[in-house]
């Protein structure tokens, strides 16, 4: 099966030519780093001194940063000198602060509930960051005038409603021709999309006053005051579900509205037709949704749940101290996730969400208030295509642990870049959390203290691939001479917390523990995404667990050995577990199955298995998908149906991916195979050192891209730098 995914950086190229002119001048703006891994663009009217990195991003390098690595030494094979030039380019981009700042966005229901939150609490975004944002979302229009879930979506009801809405916010004018075609998208559904949309957006439309909050599914701040022994409490759900519904259910109880305008006027006009506004029962449409948007569509216990809480709500009133006093459980559990994550929040969604919240619980005069408006441009990002918002305050963490594992496998080229490699480790050193929060059980947390995060430590939330990886790192870095080595009670602080996040299944989650049982699915309220509710067991954060695990027993035998072996026997076990009949693991978190079958095949490999059957079926599955030129390549399609799904050309991550799972076997009978998808990469690389931005790798709940945009660097770079190592064993 074949799958022409749509490149969403490369078919934003014409309208940029076209449109340049009316935006920004992308010479005026500069990216700042500091310490704790904060990445802020900035623009200035004149004076701007670019370093070579703002005009990357930006898409301004001229002729002069386009160097080709030179070498006198005549020794040197065309892997060694593609591994060189592909470091040394990237070396570049490093921080000064030893981190690589990368894009990170992709999902377009992101910055709408941000536009939507600055507009009610009438914070001023500054003009050269409102033209980018609406550079960006045309740019990402489709060609029927709608706009997707993602980058690489097609037209979908919460897409195109939300970004229409923001790009009225912002300025663009009803008679703007992008305006007219997305007007015309939604006049051809066969269902009112604002009507028919997921609740997320039928949420944030409520808030702005162009939906009724009867209308929307019943987000009672009650659930919260619930006893936490009820088998589906909230302080069960995965977090990341938990941290949006929870500010939710806070503008839900106070049925929080702005007061409107006469654009809001306008907007009620436009989406539902001239005068029809006020004729609409709302409440009709509380469960409606629509084709495109139900990917996992509502069950009839979720909307059996929710007609109970209808009939609670419509009884509220005559208990109102008992909405008050969940109305201030609510807020106390929200301040502490802005407090404790420096305002921040944990990702995006509910960073608007809670902004909001302290908006209407403070009429906006608080501190807290002030400090929500000031983190608003951690989560926004340039580059070439216009401002975005990330899915996070960025990948700061993960992309540096990953590219000091690939730089540390460069062996007889390591010394060449011992500067980057120790700013590079004093990153991962820093970013590790070194304390719990206080009281953090009371507010559903898991322990912290020796954790590592995502992106930085300011954000906090601990996570457990992250740990491992962060693990890994430390542990690696002890046998590099020209690196200090952190103490070892941190290291078994991240031991500990690795251990208690292991899953009875034998798995690690995300973030926490697996909390509900797989039924709670059953109760998901937001139809586009699958697997929200509660934090399962993953195939990648168990293998990124047991490869730590392993390498920590290996050096440091007398730590909890025992606990360590049955740690590391439980995970491996739940890897064959979910090991499917054709050899392979599907991916959760990137696409797909070559990402998934790396990790996998990485955890056999480091518990001393490389030959398990579940190792060869799993290298045989790649084998039988290597395209003719070397490469592998799906598509994220291949997330939603779980089958793969060929992309049209070889992709260079997933090509990538597939290599590091080969060679780590170190089975000479791959040989062959792995020396094709080498050439590959080396023959599409770049004469400056990098390779071009291809479709999307990153996914989440299996139907949202997210880009990593670092990884077309990162993964070929460790695969380049592996096969050295491969050929060395070889011969």
């Known amino acids: 099966m074949e799958h ?27 990216l700042n780093t500091d310490f704790d891994g904060r990445q802020i663009w900035r623009h200035e009217d004149s004076g701007v001194s670019q370093q070579f990195r703002d005009r990357y991003y930006l898409g301004l390098t001229n002729d002069d940063d386009q160097t080709e690595f030179q070498t006198e030494d005549e020794d040197f094979t065309d892997a060694d000198k593609s591994i ?28 709408p509930g941000f536009i939507i939150t600055l507009y009610i609490t009438n914070t001023i975004l500054p003009e050269p960051f409102k033209l980018e944002i609406i550079k960006y979302i045309l740019n990402y229009q489709c060609e029927d005038g709608g706009w997707g879930l993602h980058i690489e979506g097609s037209s979908s009801p919460f897409g195109t409603v939300m970004n229409y809405v923001t790009l009225r916010l912002l300025g663009l004018p009803r ?126 216990y979720m909307k059996a749940a929710f007609q109970m809480c209808s ?51 403070s009429d906006g005069q608080s501190l807290a208030f002030q400090q929500h408006q000031e983190r608003i441009y951690d989560y926004l990002w340039l580059s070439r295509d216009g401002m975005k918002m990330q899915g996070y305050n960025g990948s700061q963490l993960w992309d540096t642990a990953f590219m000091l594992q690939a730089m540390l496998e460069l062996d007889q080229h390591l010394f060449r870049f011992e500067s980057e490699i120790e700013k590079a480790a004093d990153f991962i050193y820093n970013t590790q959390v070194l304390e719990n929060l206080p009281g953090y059980k009371s507010y559903y947390r898991h322990q912290s203290q020796g954790a590592w995060p995502f992106s930085t430590r300011t954000h906090g939330w601990p996570i457990s691939d992250c740990t491992a990886e962060g693990l890994r790192c430390c542990l690696l870095l002890r046998d590099i001479e020209f690196v200090d080595n952190v103490e070892i009670s941190r290291l078994e602080d991240a031991v500990d917390v690795i251990l208690s996040l292991q899953n009875a299944d034998g798995g690690w989650a995300s973030y926490e523990n697996k909390r509900g049982g797989d039924w709670v699915e059953l109760f998901n309220p937001v139809s586009c995404f699958e697997g929200i509710m509660v934090d399962y067991s993953y195939c990648e954060c168990s293998s990124a667990c047991i490869q730590s695990l392993c390498l920590w027993r290996e050096m440091f035998p007398e730590y909890r050995s025992e606990d360590i072996d049955t740690s590391i026997k439980n995970g491996l076990n739940f890897l064959k577990s979910i090991a499917r009949e054709d050899g392979s693991w599907v991916g959760s978190w990137a696409v797909c199955f070559t990402y998934a079958i790396w990790f996998g095949v990485e955890a056999f490999v480091a518990a001393g298995k490389p030959n398990s059957k579940y190792v060869q079926r799993a290298c045989q599955f790649l084998l039988e998908k290597q395209a003719d030129d070397g ?18 050309e070889g992709h260079y ?79």
């Open 4 to 30: 022409n995914q749509r490149n969403a950086y490369l078919n934003c190229e014409k309208t940029l030519i076209e449109n340049q002119t009316k935006y920004t001048d992308l010479h005026l703006w500069t």
């Open 84 to 111: 060189l030039k592909a470091v040394q380019f990237y070396s570049k981009l490093q921080s000064e602060y030893g981190f690589w700042p990368n894009d990170y966005g992709g999902p377009l229901f992101l910055l």
């Open 175 to 300: 008679n703007h021709e992008s305006i007219i075609q997305c007007k015309n998208w939604m006049s051809d559904q066969p269902k009112n999309p604002s009507l028919s949309m997921v609740v997320w957006g039928k949420f944030w439309l409520a808030s702005l006053g162009l939906y009724k909050w009867e209308g929307v599914i019943e987000l009672i701040p009650e659930i919260w005051g619930l006893p936490y022994q009820i088998p589906a409490h909230p302080g069960k759900w995965w977090c990341h579900c938990r941290m949006v519904f929870l500010p939710m259910s806070y503008i839900y109880g106070g049925k929080y509205v702005y007061d409107g305008d006469d654009l809001i006027d306008q907007l009620k006009d436009e989406l539902y037709g001239e005068g029809v506004y006020d004729t609409i029962r709302f409440s009709d449409y509380r469960l409606e949704g629509n084709d495109i948007d139900d990917h996992s569509p509502p069950s009839w």
């Open 311 to 361: 009939i609670y709500e419509k009884l509220s009133g005559w208990i109102p101290k008992v909405r008050g006093y969940c109305m201030d459980k609510v807020l106390d559990h929200i301040r502490f996730e802005d407090r404790f994550t420096n305002y921040i929040c944990i990702g995006p969604v509910n960073k608007a969400i809670n902004m909001l919240c302290e908006f209407y619980a």
């Open 631 to 648: 490469s592998w390549g799906e598509s994220i399609e291949a997330c939603k149906y779980k089958t793969w799904i060929n992309l049209e």
């Open 653 to 731: 991550v997933q090509t990538s991916w597939a290599l590091l799972a080969l060679m780590a076997t170190e089975n000479i009978q791959h040989y062959s195979a792995i020396e094709k998808g080498i050439q590959f990469l080396i023959s599409n690389q770049l004469v400056n050192g990098d390779w071009m931005q291809q479709s999307v790798t990153g996914v989440f709940n299996f139907t949202c891209s997210i880009s990593y945009s670092g990884y077309k660097n990162v993964f070929p770079i460790w695969a380049l730098a592996r096969w050295n190592k491969f050929q060395g064993i070889q011969f």
